[in-house]
């Protein structure tokens, strides 16, 4: 499913700082209260709309959600797929990686909330949507770097590429959410100390090494 599909043409016509502020005032929304909970009335409100305007734009409340959704996708897909061509060792990918985490985590952290939300709804028409939509790129980004890893001899051949594509998402998910999200953050400083949040050089040194242990060749 392409969730650019979701919008009516209407929502393209519009000027990008109109788009923009109903993208970000429904992200917030829908973090906070997720998307059954989610207000279209609010929505309308803080992005300075009327709510029949939106629905000159969205089918309904789903449709809005999904763009919402596909607009978070597409800002982490560009890097991912720069990274996922380039010949790069997969540790120096990895690497950038982390290092985006950090800084985007922290600067869009209303996304990873969202994300977090939607990781918790209780709706089994959303969550193969979710899953296929929020989870298709990255597998396919990360299997494919660790396949070319393999072919250049930086990555062990005997781990099964998508298993190990899993993993790895796991803990880039688990460090998003530890800089963004409050239960996470918490989290994140229980395990490793109050002032975890200022030591980015330590979490990438010490990711590396876990990373390296698991998928580098040590032939």
Do not use: W
Request: glycine content about 4%; aromatic content about 10%.
């Amino acid at each position: 499913m392409d969730l650019r599909a979701h919008h009516k043409p209407t929502f393209d016509n519009i000027s990008a700082e109109k788009r923009n502020r109903i993208l970000d005032a429904a992200t917030k929304e829908f973090a906070v209260n997720g998307f059954e909970n989610g207000n279209i009335g609010t929505i309308a409100k803080k992005a300075g709309v009327s709510v029949g305007s939106l629905y000159k734009y969205f089918e309904n409340k789903q449709d809005l959600f999904l763009t919402v959704v596909q607009h978070s996708i597409s800002q982490m897909e560009e890097l991912l797929n720069v990274l996922a061509v380039s010949d790069e060792d997969v540790l120096v990918k990895v690497e950038k990686i982390i290092r985006t985490i950090q800084s985007s985590s922290r600067e869009s952290s209303v996304l990873l909330k969202l994300y977090n939300a939607m990781t918790a709804e209780n709706n089994p028409r959303f969550a193969s949507q979710f899953a296929y939509e929020m989870e298709s790129m990255t597998a396919r980004i990360y299997r494919t770097a660790i396949e070319e890893g393999k072919k250049n001899g930086d990555v062990r051949n005997d781990i099964d590429s998508a298993f190990a594509a899993f993993m790895l998402d796991n803990l880039f998910m688990s460090l998003q959410f530890s800089y963004s999200c409050d239960y996470y953050k918490e989290r994140f400083k229980i395990y490793v100390g109050n002032d975890i949040e200022s030591r980015d050089e330590f979490v990438v040194e010490q990711s590396l090494k876990f990373i390296k242990s698991a998928f580098k060749n040590k032939s």
